[in-house]
Nanobody, 116 residues
Framework: QVQFVESGGGLVQPGGSLRLSCVAS????????INWYRQAPEKSRELVSV????????TYEDSVKGRFTISRDNTKNTVYLKMNSLSREDTDVYYC?????????WGQGAQVTVSS
């Protein structure tokens, strides 16, 4: 079955960095674009970044442009989200996801907390 498993979340001080990882399985990973979303309590889920199947194209939500970098390693079925210059506003649960055969699949999420 299709699965996404995130890791790498945690507590970081303002201005710090984290790298999230997402390992996917159960589908031909290199054929699909992958998304990173985030969600705060009582808020709707927000698309943060998307990477194309071959990694050649990446898009970002405006507030993370220049600070976050999405990448992927198709030999490891893994997508990464490197987050720099983190602020308290980046505190959220981060999810990776993909649409496979017209169905959306999500990981369990990784908590990122930015606090001093």
């Amino acid at each position: 079955q299709v699965q996404f498993v995130e890791s790498g979340g945690g507590l970081v001080q303002p201005g710090g960095s984290l790298r999230l990882s997402c390992v996917a399985s159960g589908f031909p990973f290199s054929a699909y674009s992958i998304n990173w979303y985030r969600q705060a309590p009582e808020k709707s889920r927000e698309l943060v970044s998307v990477i194309s199947a071959n990694g050649g194209t990446a898009t970002y939500e405006d507030s993370v442009k220049g600070r976050f970098t999405i990448s992927r390693d198709n030999t490891k079925n893994t997508v990464y989200l490197k987050m720099n210059s983190l602020s308290r506003e980046d505190t959220d649960v981060y999810y990776c996801s993909g649409r496979v055969l017209r169905e959306d699949f999500w990981g369990q999420g990784a908590q990122v907390t930015v606090s001093s």
